[in-house]
């Protein structure tokens, strides 16, 4: 029998807790919602766990990255605020296997411009515009079940030059009212680690609510959990306690 997979979902968490409009959309945050769509696609499948900024250690612990096989991330106005020795162990785990979903503004997040290697910068608006995502590997696993193509009738705009390394697979395109286009959907491989960058999900719309981007992020979940042997320190060896989100 194949064990879950154990994600943890980061989100710093500010905007729901200082903007009510925000927690209207997002009432148990971005991370709960992006926790609840795991857990409703892949039941026993998956072991969820959350975490925010305002957390000790952000909630990213030796021991809690050490049992994390896949840890997604959002982050938005807060990227400094992530305290660099956090940043420092995040990095480590993924080049020793653990796998990293990186969402939407994270593509400004310390750990994801560590990781790649340039400045991740990328040409935005935002106009509510109606975002088309296009499948152009179909056969990648986390295409698998996705609408081709897959609208969202209103968004916030990212456009190319998008300054990432040449992905080892692009997954999705998107396309915008205002004639942009975005590659919306990247893999990458670091050391062990395996990497998915997906670009839906301002903060502003329910994206994370949308049965097909939870598709999309139960699928990457899958993908980026590397079942071969972990190599970690033996200090974070020891297990800590997991939980689901609650009801």
Known sequence: MT????????????HETTQPEIAEIYPRGIHGAVAE???????????VR???LADPEHGLTEEVLAETDVLIWWGHTAHDRVADEVVDRVHR????????????????????????????SLEWRND?????????????????????PLVI????TYGEFFDVPTPDEVVFVSAFEGGEAFRSGMTFTR?????????????????????QICRVLANAAGW?????????????KRRSGWFLPES
């Open 128 to 148: 509510g515009d109606r975002e088309v995502i296009w499948t152009v590997a179909p056969s990648h696993p986390i295409a698998a079940g996705i609408a081709m």
């Open 93 to 120: 785990h993924v080049l020793a296997g653990m796998g990293l979903v990186v969402l939407h503004s994270g593509h400004f997040s310390k750990p994801f411009i560590r990781l790649m290697g340039t400045t991740c």
């Open 37 to 47: 769509g795991l857990l409703e696609l892949l039941g026993d499948d998956v072991i």
């Open 50 to 52: 959350t975490a925010t």
């Open 224 to 236: 980026a959990h590397n079942r071969s042997d972990r190599r970690v320190p033996e200090v974070a």
């Open 191 to 211: 050391g062990r680690g395996r990497i998915f960058y997906f670009s839906p999900g301002d903060q502003n719309y329910p994206i994370y609510h949308h049965p």
């Open 3 to 14: 064990a879950p997979t154990r994600v943890t979902v980061w989100n710093e968490n500010v």
């Open 153 to 156: 009738d209103h968004h916030e």
